[in-house]
């Protein structure tokens, strides 16, 4: 196994490790340090597939992806909003949670019989649907209302089993924007909490556009340099 194992894989085991540390935290109160690891979590998950496209990845690689991606971005999302809910925590909510949940996991299996390199992705990729969660926590406590949650969490399981198209992004300038902030995120919360809060809305308005680019581009909006089909 160990054999089998390649460098873009290696990245991978840290992105579910990361999930896995999260559920932790969360449980032991660190509120906002679990969902800043979801964010460390993203940048492996990109990482893993350039490694995976610059060194060739193994047999295992794709797989091994989608069960970390599961840990990642569908359970420990869920336990994040559940216990930063706090007394807001209700049935209805779990309920909500679950639905993500399962949509992520058909999301992913989906992807893995039909879609992998594709230009694009057939519904929304869980990867961003777990950043907008982390990030709505990150946002700060006066920002979080569980039925806000509830709506959020639903809409975005419909959105990943839907067959909207996402695009995928592949262009080192958008990746390396998205790493910057990322990780001056993660690490402002050790010099001011407050700091994180204005940084994680920051990226919570980003996720948000890209949750609604299809619709924008339906409309005419286009990015810098890309023509309209006509």
């Known amino acids: 196994m160990l054999r089998t194992l390649k460098i873009a894989d290696l990245v991978t085991l840290l992105n579910s490790l990361c999930g896995l540390l999260a559920v932790i935290l969360v449980q032991n109160d660190f509120t906002y340090l679990a969902p800043l690891l979801i964010l460390v979590a993203a940048v492996a998950d990109g990482l893993d597939g350039y490694l995976s496209r610059m060194f060739s990845g193994s047999e295992i690689g794709a797989n091994l992806d989608s069960l970390a991606d599961v840990i990642s971005f569908g ?80 809409i975005i399981g419909l959105l990943m089993i839907s067959k909207i198209t996402y695009m995928k992004a592949k262009k080192p300038g958008h990746l390396k924007v998205l790493a910057f902030l990322f990780a001056i995120t993660v690490l402002s919360y050790p010099v001011n909490i407050n700091y994180t809060h204005i940084l994680a809305s920051l990226l919570l308005v980003i996720m948000i556009l890209y949750v609604i680019s299809p619709a924008l581009r339906r409309a005419g909006w286009k990015r810098p340099g890309e023509e309209t089909t006509p």
């Open 75 to 154: 359970l420990a999302p869920v336990a994040i909003v559940y216990a930063a809910a706090g007394s807001e925590a209700s049935y209805l909510l779990l309920a909500a949670l679950c639905f993500y949940f399962f949509c992520g996991i058909l999301r992913l299996a989906r992807f893995n019989t039909a879609h992998q390199g594709l230009p694009s992705f057939k519904g929304l990729p869980i990867t961003a649907g777990g950043i907008i969660l982390s990030a709505y926590v990150l946002a700060g406590e006066r920002y979080f209302h569980s039925g806000a949650v509830i709506l959020l969490t639903f």
